[in-house]
């Protein structure tokens, strides 16, 4: 019949994807929920164990479930792509190096032991040949980079901790896939060779990324820019998180792989905060589209009919977990806070788990049955997942104190200081001086805890969730001062509030000129270059000690200090000059 419309039947589950999102996005916000829980409980509505089990006698039940989860398989990978594609955004390779302990130290350790003792147990105990033990042990080890990430973030010591454990299993994904393969009964000779090749090829792929995009990113973004076109740009970003995740397949490493380096190729350019932002919706729905797919593989009806055997799974993977990873995070030196909140967190299974237990069925090392026991168990630990990170930080508060996040202060406007290192407490000292109230707001618990002890008012947050300045009350603060030592961090900062709060006043630690330029871009109200001020004050003193005379000396200072501010003018876009001032007693002559 002429102009009869027809859906699709990935055209009617994209419109039941979105009309899930329009309904848990904002309800769940509303009562202070994370929506990742909303995903999944959607996932098990409207998938083939929810109503998709009345279709046959409700038809129009059809227009409202997802009776075909394997539709939905791609665009969840490409929301895990997109996840690893923003870490990579929010890193550097700066900080990935910094993070070389933790990546390989600690993320080899939790994965081999948590895998190992896994797979003992399961040989002993259950019957399973070593091939299934070991596939199972493994599977079971992994944490979900999905889920975990978007609860903890990367900058909080818990962060860091689930960031390089993370990581290392990203890595491990493709070797362990290979070697159950070649451990499987029906497995060809040359299963290690086929590894050896592809670890190989995926190496050279790396590094040739790694140097095209170092030199070609910023022309393509530049370019990009130029245009003003947000089509453009949105278009160029996913031709390179695309382009590099199919190079790493291509080799048969896993997509994630090249969507992290191009996230750490982009995040050292200038352009990285806007591709963080235009990327941002996407990501959000493709991550929904996996938990719905997630939420999709759990029957009920099959865990209430084995809800004791179940239980006891669930229960047995959490607590082994999360004391194995606990335990090596204190022994490597974390607080005993940041030990448990991080070993609770990331307790449960992960996405990667259901891809090994897959690879295991099909190369006939563990039978359907068990899979499938085990797939539920998975399951349902990612569901509990933001539950189980209330419940760590709940437990790290009683086993170690933690300063939190004070509520802000209807009745005082104070300035806020992010970053409470040696700089951040000079300043504090000098507010206090001038009977100035203030807030010291740091991430790092250690550091909360010692300033208090030294009687600064401060507090435990991370600044770049904007809840932790909103409960400070950042609205009515007649300042803020950002006084910690990560240029990239800072930068991201100073966009961020500008774009919040547009008659803020931003006052910014520099390291030197050209990060003193680039906060004055992103917004900055003031920026202060550490090493210009140092330098000069050092010239002064060295030159009036060997006989120079004061006059000529001040006099050259404030030449080189306003050469460097017609500098600053120029690079950071600026109308005028700005102010660089040592001390009140030697002011600018401009």
Request: hydrophobic letters at 50%; proline letters at 5%.
């Amino acid at each position: 019949m002429a102009g009869e419309l027809t859906l699709s039947p990935v055209m009617s589950d994209a419109l039941v994807i979105l009309g899930s999102a329009g309904i848990v996005i904002p309800v769940f916000a509303r009562f202070r929920i994370t929506p990742i829980i909303g995903f999944i409980l959607i996932g098990i509505l409207i998938g083939p164990y929810g109503l998709g089990t009345l279709v046959n006698r409700v038809p129009w039940l059809s227009h409202i479930t997802i009776s075909d989860p394997d539709r939905l398989t791609p665009f969840a990978d490409f929301g895990i792509i997109l996840l690893l594609f923003a870490i990579g955004l929010e890193l550097s390779f700066n900080r990935l190096w910094q993070l070389r302990r933790l990546v390989f130290g600690l993320g080899s350790l939790e994965l081999l032991i948590i895998g190992s003792v896994s797979a003992a147990f399961f040989g002993y105990y259950s019957g399973m040949n070593t091939t299934a033990a070991l596939a199972l042990g493994f599977a079971l080890a992994f944490s979900s980079t999905a889920i975990v990430l978007p609860i903890s973030g990367t900058r909080s010591p818990v962060g860091r901790a689930a960031l390089s454990m993370l990581l290392f299993e990203d890595i491990m994904i493709v070797p362990i896939i290979f070697i159950l393969g070649a451990l499987a009964p029906n497995a060809a000779t040359d299963g290690m060779s086929g590894l050896t090749t592809t670890l190989v090829q995926g190496g050279i792929v790396i590094i040739a990324l790694l140097v095209i995009g170092r030199f070609a990113l910023p022309r393509l973004f530049s370019q990009a820019a130029r245009t003003k076109s947000p089509e453009l740009f949105l278009a160029a970003s996913l031709l390179v998180v695309i382009g590099a995740s199919l190079a790493t397949a291509a080799t048969g490493l896993s997509p994630i792989v090249g969507a992290l380096i191009a996230g750490l190729l982009i995040a050292e350019t200038e352009y990285h905060g806007e591709v963080e932002s235009i990327m941002q919706p996407f990501k959000g729905l493709a991550l929904g589209v996996f938990l719905i797919t997630i939420g999709m593989s759990i029957d009920v009806m099959e865990i209430w009919r084995n809800l004791g055997e179940i239980f006891a799974a669930v229960v047995g993977v959490l607590v082994f977990k999360a004391i194995i990873t606990g335990c090596l995070l204190k022994l490597m030196g974390a607080r005993r806070s940041t030990a448990t909140e991080t070993g609770v967190l990331m307790a449960s299974p992960s996405e990667t788990s259901l891809i090994v237990l897959a690879a295991a069925t099909s190369a006939l090392v563990i039978d359907v049955e068990t899979a499938q026991f085990w797939q539920i168990v998975t399951a349902i630990g990612l569901t509990i997942t933001p539950v189980l990170a209330k419940l760590g930080r709940v437990i790290a508060r009683r086993v170690e104190a933690v300063p939190e996040l004070p509520d802000g202060d209807e009745s005082e406007a104070r300035t806020i200081i992010i970053g409470g290192g040696r700089v951040g407490r000079l300043i504090a000292d000098m507010l206090v001086t001038h009977d100035q109230p203030y807030v010291i707001l740091d991430s790092d618990p250690d550091m909360i805890d010692n300033a208090k002890r030294d009687g600064y008012r401060a507090a435990f947050g991370d600044a770049a969730r904007g809840d932790a300045l909103s409960r400070l009350g950042i609205e009515k603060a007649p300042a803020l001062v950002l006084s910690m030592d990560e240029p990239v961090l800072a930068q991201r900062l100073v966009a961020k509030l500008r774009g919040e709060y547009p008659d803020l006043l931003i006052v910014a630690r520099a390291r030197d000129t050209d990060h003193a330029a680039s906060l004055y871009r992103a917004g900055a109200s003031h920026s202060v270059p550490e090493n210009l001020e140092s330098s000069l004050q050092l010239s002064e003193a060295v030159l009036v000690d060997i006989g120079v005379a004061m006059g000529p000396v001040i006099a050259s200072i404030h030449a080189k200090r306003d050469e460097y501010r017609e500098r600053l003018e120029v690079d950071g876009g600026l109308n005028q000059k700005p102010k660089l001032r040592t001390s009140a007693a030697d002011p600018d002559p401009a």
